[in-house]
């Protein structure tokens, strides 16, 4: 399954973006989705997930509280709405399908793979 992240781009800080991740050939209600990102110079981290069974989320705690995952089965697309926005945000950001349930996520793609992620830089 090949996904694919979209919608990053440059914003100031306290500013809002909202990621999205789609496939052509994957639903929503069947796999559970995660979102990574990877700043310059440091690992991969896990952000936050959504289940597949009921929607359950995940987040780590870098972001809880300003960030928001969803998902649109009927679209199969899941999103990750990034509220007040800050300079340690800036990163490449990439979706998966990963093990997920609200204490936490997996750290690697059950695919073996990485999609193409999309840059979100949070500058003034």
């Known amino acids: 399954v090949q996904l694919q992240a979209s919608g990053g781009g440059l914003v100031q800080p306290g500013g809002s973006l909202r990621l999205s991740c789609a496939a052509s050939?994957?639903?929503?209600?069947?796999?559970?989705i995660g979102w990574f990102r990877q700043a310059p110079g440091k690992e991969r981290e896990g952000v936050s997930c959504?289940?597949?069974?009921?929607?359950?989320?995940y987040y780590s705690d870098s972001v809880k509280g300003r960030f928001t995952v969803s998902r649109d089965i009927a679209k199969n697309t899941v999103y990750l709405q990034m509220n007040s926005l800050k300079s340690e945000d800036t990163a490449v950001y990439y979706c998966?399908?990963?093990?997920?349930?609200?204490?936490?996520?997996?750290?690697?793609?059950?695919?073996?793979?990485w999609g193409q992620g999309t840059l979100v830089t949070v500058s003034s």
């Open positions: 998966a399908e990963v093990p997920c349930d609200p204490q936490g996520m997996g750290a690697m793609p059950r695919s073996g793979s």
């Open positions: 050939t994957f639903r929503s209600d069947i796999y559970a």
């Open positions: 959504i289940t597949s069974n009921d929607g359950s989320t």
